[in-house]
């Protein structure tokens, strides 16, 4: 290797390498709402849906009288016009959310004060998604997203019939419907063929193993994964705790993928704002701990809702080899938790864990995601690099390099059995 790379840094210098070597790295985001371009249908761009995103919903009823009742009434131009004006003429884009789309809104020169949004909307309505993709990839510095999909989702799944593979893109089997709302969807399943029935009969559990091995043929999931209440409990008596071992730990076994579990929302604490209207609560960790002793045969993707969860994670982490705690999810990902959080794994995991993924909604918040997530963590790895330099080890510039590409590619690739 080439003497740069080889040069031993100073603790001076430390950070302004942490910095260029984060912004070469291109990293895999592995959880997102984003869609290949054959799924375009439901893929959300754009300036009016960068605006309308619910994070922003949920802040424009503290700072504009307007009712839900009558916000949603409006179309989404309306919506977006008025949340711009009241979010970011009206007062000052400095929330973690506002100032995220400013950031987009610069890295693709388009102005970042306008009294409306007629430049912008000019913008998106002249690129073409195929092309835009990639160019908004390369802005926020990532290789590759990985989707939510649901199989049950009507609005989805008829357009896997004819989709296909997008080298920038990987699928996931989203299991929310089935796992959490199997009374409201197994005739859905029955509707497709499958011979199963309300009750959890030998023959529906084998049923619903030939719907997930189905799906995973036509979505080549990197995991399977589920959102759980912040009550979940396992075991427990109930359906959601039968289908996880009877059908999809078995099934994620089978094909050798991980099942991620983000653990810790409470579903619509508000309904009256739609999507924006979910809160977060501290969920009983005893629950994972079984499920990670009782499959050691399963590998767990694990990101947790609460900021109070996050200590004991990264202790369990420590316990079980077959969990890897990733990002800072949802109400997390604000440098002020982002900090506290990668620290404190840094500290008790090394490199062995996965610090962030986007969950982006809209696809040109992975610019701003990122751009946050690099300028956030570049100051705490080299503090702790200064502080292995402090107590004697040399640090290079190859291994700083190795570290990122362990924390932002390789740890994941690893977990689901990906090539590099
Ligand atoms: O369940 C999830 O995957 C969450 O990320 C929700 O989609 C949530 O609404 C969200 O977008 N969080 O960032
Ligand atoms: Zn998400």
């Not at 995220?100 to 002249?126: W, Y």
């Not at 004819?162 to 419907?177: C, E, M, Q, T, W």
């Not at 900021?307 to 420590?318: D, G, I, P």
Request: net charge neutral; aromatic share 10%; with cysteine.
């Amino acid at each position: 290797m080439n003497q740069l790379v080889e040069e031993r840094l100073s603790k001076q210098n430390l950070l302004s390498v942490v910095e260029e070597e984060l912004s070469a790295t291109q990293i895999i985001d592995i959880h997102t709402h984003l869609f290949k371009p054959s799924l375009g249908a439901v893929g959300l761009w754009g300036i009016d849906e960068l605006v309308t995103y619910h994070y922003l919903e949920a802040e424009l009823f503290r700072s504009n009288d307007i009712t839900p009742e009558k916000y949603w009434t409006l179309t989404k131009r309306e919506q977006a016009d008025l949340i711009w004006k009241t979010l970011f003429v009206d007062n000052p884009p400095v929330s973690e959310a506002t100032r995220g789309v400013i950031a987009v809104l610069q890295a693709l020169d388009l102005p970042t004060d306008s009294a409306d949004l007629s430049e912008a909307r000019k913008f998106f309505a002249s690129q073409t998604l195929e092309g835009h993709i990639p160019k908004v990839f390369r802005l926020a510095g990532i290789s590759e997203a990985v989707m939510t999909n649901d199989p049950l989702d009507p609005a989805e799944a008829p357009l896997w019939k004819n989709s296909a593979p997008h080298k920038l893109f990987h699928g996931v089997i989203r299991l929310d419907r089935v796992l959490e709302k199997w009374p409201e969807h197994w005739q859905k399943l029955q509707a497709e063929g499958y011979r199963v029935e309300q009750n959890l009969t030998p023959p529906t559990i084998a049923e619903v193993r030939r719907f997930l091995a189905d799906w995973c043929k036509v979505m080549q999931p990197v995991y399977m994964a589920v959102s759980l209440t912040d009550d979940f409990r396992y075991p427990e008596d109930s359906i959601r705790a039968t289908l996880l071992r009877e059908t999809v730990l078995p099934a994620c076994r089978e094909f050798n993928i991980p099942l991620s579990l983000m653990i810790g929302v409470r579903r619509q604490v508000n309904p009256a704002i739609r999507l924006a209207g979910d809160g977060v609560g501290k969920a009983d960790l005893r629950a994972l701990e079984n499920l990670c002793r009782e499959f050691p045969h399963n590998r767990f993707l694990v990101s947790l809702l609460s900021r109070e969860n996050q200590h004991e994670l990264t202790v369990y982490a420590r316990k079980f080899a077959n969990m890897m705690p990733f990002g800072c999810w949802w109400f997390l990902n604000n440098p002020s938790i982002v900090e506290e959080m990668t620290r404190e794994r840094i500290e008790m995991l090394g490199m062995s864990f996965i610090p962030q993924h986007s969950d982006a909604r809209v696809l040109e918040q992975v610019i701003y995601k990122w751009r946050n997530t690099r300028r956030t963590m570049a100051p705490i790895l080299a503090n702790s690099y200064a502080l292995l330099v402090e107590d004697g080890r040399p640090v290079t510039r190859a291994h700083i390099r190795q570290d990122l590409d362990r924390l932002f590619r390789k740890n994941f690739q690893k977990f689901c059995g990906l090539s590099n």
